[in-house]
């Protein structure tokens, strides 16, 4: 069993940075992709960023590409999500997931509000 446990949310202007943190406990050696998605008020959630933990490869949504990078550290056990150039349409509550070929686990979420 894997938990996850998010912090960093935060009220921050536009144009401002927020760093987001994923603390893992239990065993992660089976983990295939580690994710960032998020979902604001009354949309659907959406895949953020993704990092592959055995090849660093990552992937990331359009409208984040270039101010938004996911990193990994602590043999699988943390993952980073740097906000930077936040925009009023960034605001959501963020999750981060982890999933194993026959597991998906998720943290409980932080809340990102980017308002003037």
């Known amino acids: 069993q894997v938990q996850l446990v998010e912090s960093g949310g935060g009220l921050v202007q536009p144009g401002g940075s927020l760093r987001l943190s994923c603390a893992a406990s239990?065993?992660?050696?089976?983990?295939?992709?580690m994710n960032w998605h998020r979902q604001a008020p009354g949309k659907e959630r959406e895949l953020v960023a993704r990092?592959?933990?055995?090849?660093?490869?990552?992937y990331y949504r359009d409208s984040v590409k270039g101010r938004f990078t996911i990193s990994r550290e602590n043999a699988n056990s943390t993952i980073y999500l740097q906000m930077d150039s936040l925009k009023p349409e960034d605001t959501a509550v963020y999750y981060c997931?982890?999933?194993?070929?026959?597991?998906?686990?998720w943290g409980q979420g932080t809340q990102v509000t980017v308002s003037s």
């Open positions: 990092i592959y933990p055995s090849s660093r490869n990552t």
């Open positions: 997931q982890f999933a194993s070929f026959h597991d998906t686990y």
């Open positions: 239990g065993s992660v050696s089976n983990i295939y992709t």
